[in-house]
């Protein structure tokens, strides 16, 4: 996905839309603003109105503890950044790899340490939606094949604990991730269509001490244009 993701997130981080002129005369102020072209050019002045200015101190007045920022350079696996106001989505990709998996007394499976897929993970405040991919693109998603999600890719989260008290786009990501593997894997839930080609549940005990998951067992997921809009590639 590269720079150009990169590029994307940054322009949908922010986009100058509008300036502030100060005009000063001994100790008084006269305020203008001007909207800004696409080009960055400026347009007309005008006064500033008392609206626009309700608007910027309502953003100023949330705590920086709520406005989550990196530590660095983002990330090439985050894909797409949107925070505001009460009101933050993080989407993000993470390599196949091989993780523990734990499941209930209720599953009659042992925990295994299994094979995973690429996955997409889009959180968004407190909801987390989890999508299988086959390649780095974003042309086609898959359902993720984990029992605790619905065809559409939300969690049930379950006895995972969701991050509290984060300043960093790095340490939210991590905590969810944590939070997901740390949480047991149970039955499917009700009314749900299959995850896979083959039984969920036959299929990671099949997998238990493998190297490779077998992406031919994904079945492709319903939310996909839905999921594409909402990050902005639609």
């Known amino acids: 996905m590269g720079k150009k993701?990169?590029?994307?997130?940054?322009?949908?981080?922010?986009?100058?839309?509008?300036?502030?002129?100060?005009?000063?005369?001994?100790?008084n102020y006269y305020l203008e603003s001007c909207d800004i072209k696409d080009d960055l050019s400026f347009g007309a002045t005008q006064p500033l109105m008392k609206e626009t200015i309700v608007n910027i101190m309502d953003t100023m007045s949330v705590d920086v503890t709520d406005r989550l920022q990196f530590k660095g350079p983002i990330p090439k696996?985050?894909?797409?950044?949107?925070?505001?106001?009460?009101?933050?989505?993080?989407?993000?990709?993470?390599?196949?790899?091989?993780?523990?998996?734990?499941?209930?007394?209720?599953?009659?499976?042992?925990?295994?340490t299994a094979p995973l897929p690429r996955l997409l993970w889009v959180a968004i405040n407190n909801k987390l939606q989890v999508f299988a991919m086959k390649s780095t693109k974003l042309n086609k998603l898959y359902i993720a094949p984990f029992s605790n999600l619905s065809s559409n890719g939300v969690v049930c989260w379950g006895t995972g604990k969701w991050p509290k008290e984060i300043k960093y786009y790095e340490?939210?990501?991590?905590g969810i991730e944590l939070g997901f593997w740390e949480s047991k894997f149970s039955h499917q839930m009700k009314g749900i269509t299959s995850k896979s080609k083959t039984d969920l549940h036959q299929l990671w005990k099949s997998l238990d001490n493998k190297n490779q998951f077998p992406n031919e067992e994904l079945l492709e997921s319903p939310a996909t244009e839905e999921i594409k809009k909402l990050l902005g590639y639609g």
């Open 5 to 27: 993701i990169k590029m994307e997130l940054q322009e949908k981080l922010y986009k100058p839309v509008q300036a502030i002129i100060v005009h000063r005369s001994g100790s």
């Open 77 to 112: 696996n985050v894909i797409t950044v949107r925070n505001t106001p009460g009101n933050t989505i993080v989407a993000w990709t993470t390599k196949p790899q091989i993780v523990n998996m734990s499941f209930t007394k209720t599953v009659g499976l042992k925990d295994i």
């Open 171 to 174: 340490d939210y990501i991590k």
